[in-house]
Nanobody
């Protein structure tokens, strides 16, 4: 059974930092493109950052220069380093694993990030 488990969310003041982790089990981590998405109530889930199997990254314009996505295939884990956090970054953050060729798509349960003074 494939599982994605996020951790690292919490409450942080504006300008602060958090590092999210997503540990994957039950599958071969290295075959997936990994993504971080976020969602606030009443809005669609949006892509925040993605890292391909080959290590290519892309980011939403709103987080460029502040967030960094990385992966450790030996630990089956993807990370999202979030710096200079702002109240508008408040959301539930979800980890996603996708392999388009094999039509595989998995989600984690989400972790809450709240940016507030």
């Amino acid at each position: 059974q494939v599982q994605l488990v996020e951790s690292g969310g919490g409450l942080v003041q504006p300008g602060g930092s958090l590092r999210l982790s997503c540990a994957t089990s039950g599958t071969i981590f290295s075959i997936y493109d990994m993504g971080w998405y976020r969602q606030v109530p009443g809005k669609q889930r949006e892509l925040v950052a993605r890292i391909t199997r080959g290590g290519t990254t892309n980011y939403a314009d709103s987080v460029k220069g502040r967030f960094t996505v990385s992966r450790d295939n030996a630990k089956n884990t993807v990370y999202l380093q979030m710096n200079s956090l702002q109240p508008e970054d408040t959301a539930v953050y979800y980890c996603n694993a996708r392999n388009y060729i094999a039509s595989l798509n998995y989600w984690g349960q989400g972790t809450q990030v709240t940016v507030s003074s």
